[in-house]
């Protein structure tokens, strides 16, 4: 196995209206002014952001709010987070949301931290110095940021979706209620699942002796969430299913999964960032349709693994014929993403894709051919135009 570090500092509050105990838990982070980020008006009619600004009143804390988040969260509004927390003399964020809420928060806190433009970090040009402290109240389960290094955000300019990590972003604190989640759609739920077990899976497609222990976790987590997905397409309102997923999502994404790895493969997050940066659309969704047609581009380089992912995660009885129990292997976890009502290639995200747009996603995604992409093969220019190309003839 890889020698490892494991940092995992973000206190959790977890169960049933624990989002009330938010102005004792901004207190004790000994700030000045926060400023309140959230994304649509669901936050709102639920009145959960009403709850929020009570408790930060009743805890005599001063602050102020910025809202308009949307998926695939947007430098633009990154950018005005940044000018009015210097203006306002911000020294704390309370991300109220999910991913793309907590990936900006992220964002806006290196901004005001460093100088200079904040995209640089994501473009890999620097490495920030520092990031405002955050703070969470989840309402979806899916990203992980609650608990990750990591933060997505998508540039208007040229429309590129880029990501940055660094322990400074990593929240102080995760209010998690399942509860806030039930009012989700199912697309939204689903697709939530679906982000949640890729994190772990782009983490267990790997070319090292791996630790039996995180092999275990990581392949009972997702047996765990494919089996609550399935409940929570029939019954919405389980607090059991919710907090189950929800817990899975925190933990699959806060380094756990990777503990005795390399760190993974990444591939298939690669391919779906030019798809949200293009098309806009939503991540697990997307990562769903490209993930099949990643696999079967690339299973021969890592046959063992996937042998041993179609035994012990998707259940296909152990065979003789290795190249058979993989390939049974893969087509069970799409056939449980269309249980589960999401796409397994680009036709199920609406998508007509065209030739010149296949040839740009390829071009994007390989940074304009100045990198390869994944570890379990590497995968250039033309691969990642191949995965493309497959992805958008399968139906």
């Known amino acids: 196995m890889e020698n490892f570090q494991y940092y995992a500092p973000t206190k959790v509050v977890f169960g049933k209206e624990t989002e009330n105990q938010i102005g004792q838990l901004v207190k004790e982070q000994d700030c000045r002014k926060v400023l309140v980020h959230y994304g649509s008006g669901s936050v709102k009619r639920s009145g959960l952001l009403d709850r929020i600004f009570a408790s930060l009143d009743e805890a005599g804390i001063s602050y102020l709010s910025l809202g308009g988040v949307v998926p695939n969260p947007r430098l633009s509004l990154v950018y005005e987070g940044i000018d009015l927390c210097r203006k306002e003399g911000v020294d704390f964020i309370l991300a109220?949301?999910?991913?793309?809420?907590?990936?900006?928060?992220?964002?806006?806190?290196?901004?005001?931290?460093?100088?200079?433009?904040?995209?640089?970090?994501?473009?890999?040009?620097?490495?920030?110095?520092?990031?405002?402290?955050?703070g969470v109240v989840l309402t979806i389960a899916a990203a992980g940021s609650e608990m990750s290094d990591s933060s997505v955000i998508t540039n208007e300019n040229g429309w590129l979706k880029r990501g940055y990590n660094s322990s400074y972003c990593r929240p102080k604190f995760a209010v998690m209620n399942p509860e806030l989640t039930m009012t989700l759609p199912?697309?939204?739920?689903?697709?939530?699942?679906?982000?949640?077990?890729?994190?772990?899976?782009?983490?267990?497609?790997?070319h090292c002796d791996n630790m039996e222990l995180t092999d275990g976790l990581s392949e009972h987590l997702l047996r765990t969430v494919m089996k609550n997905a399935k409940i929570l397409m029939d019954a919405p309102d389980c607090y059991e299913a919710r907090a189950e997923v929800m817990w899975a999502g925190s933990l699959s994404h806060n380094g756990l999964m990777a503990c005795g790895n390399d760190g993974g493969d990444w591939a298939c997050h690669q391919l779906e960032h030019e798809l949200g940066g293009m098309f806009d659309v939503a991540h697990g969704a997307g990562l769903a349709a490209v993930w099949g047609s990643w696999a079967r581009y690339v299973?021969?380089?890592?046959?063992?693994?996937?042998?041993?992912?179609?035994?012990?995660?998707?259940?296909?009885?152990?065979?003789?014929?290795?190249?058979?129990?993989?390939?049974?292997?893969?087509?069970?976890?799409?056939?449980?993403?269309?249980?589960?009502?999401?796409?397994?290639?680009?036709?199920?995200?609406?998508?007509?894709?065209?030739?010149?747009?296949?040839?740009?996603?390829?071009?994007?995604?390989?940074?304009?051919?100045?990198?390869?992409?994944?570890?379990?093969?590497?995968?250039?220019?033309?691969?990642?135009?191949?995965?493309?190309?497959?992805?958008?003839?399968?139906?």
């Open 96 to 134: 109220v949301g999910g991913g793309s809420v907590i990936d900006s928060a992220k964002a806006i806190g290196y901004g005001v931290k460093n100088e200079g433009d904040v995209w640089d970090f994501y473009e890999k040009k620097r490495q920030a110095c520092g990031c405002l402290p955050i």
């Open 299 to 395: 299973w021969d380089a890592l046959p063992n693994r996937f042998e041993q992912f179609a035994v012990n995660v998707m259940g296909v009885k152990k065979d003789s014929d290795r190249d058979m129990v993989i390939q049974k292997g893969i087509e069970a976890m799409e056939t449980f993403f269309r249980q589960i009502e999401m796409p397994t290639d680009l036709g199920g995200l609406e998508l007509e894709v065209s030739e010149e747009q296949m040839r740009e996603l390829a071009l994007k995604c390989s940074h304009f051919g100045k990198r390869t992409i994944g570890c379990v093969k590497k995968l250039d220019q033309e691969d990642i135009y191949q995965i493309y190309k497959k992805a958008a003839a399968r139906d």
């Open 186 to 206: 199912k697309y939204q739920t689903a697709s939530g699942c679906v982000d949640i077990m890729m994190h772990t899976m782009e983490r267990y497609f790997n």
